[in-house]
């Protein structure tokens, strides 16, 4: 079955870089996203990886796939107070479904 | 870009009341729409995967008389909460998929989400 895990919680300064960790169990995933979700919206995609890449960089964001591992992280450079959010992230693999984590909760203090 | 909608934002009900929400992609059309429920602080559960002109498919353990599907048109979706009881409350999430970017990286978009709680 599909299972995606997620640290809870990740505390970091304004100007310090996050990274937040993410395990999947499908190998047949084809693409893993990053979502982030502020309070009380919906989700905002926030960038994806194809399960056939090793790395993506979009801006201050950078993904890195292990697929071996079945481990995914998202990396935020330089981190800003307006990255205080819920992130999650999925799998989405056979069926087109999309599994979600339990979510990163990311709090920056200035 | 795509945008997706849900009205109500925030609706409060009496217990064994049922309510109505409707999810809407507004500049595409959408043959699948997915809802997902989200307690606090917890993660997107998918609830059940609609199909425009079809019966929605619904995962396991949610009960498809309890929650009512509706996709009657390309453009909308409506979830209806029957006989709601405060366990009901929740965080529910409609996404959307673009038909004409099906197989692409980014295929579903989610709307605002709509908080319910049943008192």
């Known amino acids: 079955g599909e299972d995606v895990e997620q640290s809870l919680f990740l505390s970091v300064r304004e100007g310090d870089s996050s990274v937040i960790n993410c395990t999947y169990t499908?190998?047949?995933?084809?693409?893993l996203y990053w979502y982030k979700q502020e309070p009380g919206a919906g989700l905002q995609l926030l960038t994806y990886?194809?399960?056939?890449?090793d790395m993506k960089q979009d801006q201050r964001l950078t993904v890195l796939l292990n697929k071996k591992d079945k481990h995914l992280s998202l990396r935020i450079a330089d981190t800003q107070t307006g990255d205080s959010a819920i992130y999650f992230c999925?799998?989405?693999?056979?069926?087109?479904?999309?599994?979600f984590g339990g979510g990163t909760r990311v709090l920056v203090k200035p | 870009g795509a945008v997706v909608s849900q009205h109500p934002s925030r609706v409060i009900c009496k217990s064994g009341t049922s309510v109505k929400i409707e999810c809407r992609s507004l500049?595409?059309?959408?043959?699948?729409m997915f809802w997902y429920r989200q307690f606090p602080k917890q993660s997107l559960m998918l609830m059940a995967t609609?199909?425009?002109?079809?019966?929605?498919?619904?995962e396991q353990g949610v009960e498809k008389d309890k929650f009512l599907i509706n996709h009657a048109s390309l453009t909308l979706s409506t979830l209806t909460v029957t006989s709601a009881h405060p366990e009901d409350s929740s965080f529910y999430i409609c996404?959307?998929?673009?038909?004409?970017?099906?197989?692409?990286?980014?295929?579903?978009?989610f709307g605002p989400g709509t908080r319910l709680t049943v008192l």
């Open positions: 996404s959307a998929r673009d038909r004409r970017l099906a197989g692409g990286y980014n295929e579903q978009f």
């Open positions: 499908d190998s047949s995933s084809t693409y």
């Open positions: 990886i194809f399960s056939n890449m």
């Open positions: 999925a799998e989405r693999a056979a069926g087109n479904k999309l599994t």
């Open positions: 500049d595409f059309q959408a043959t699948t």
């Open positions: 609609s199909n425009e002109g079809s019966k929605a498919t619904y």
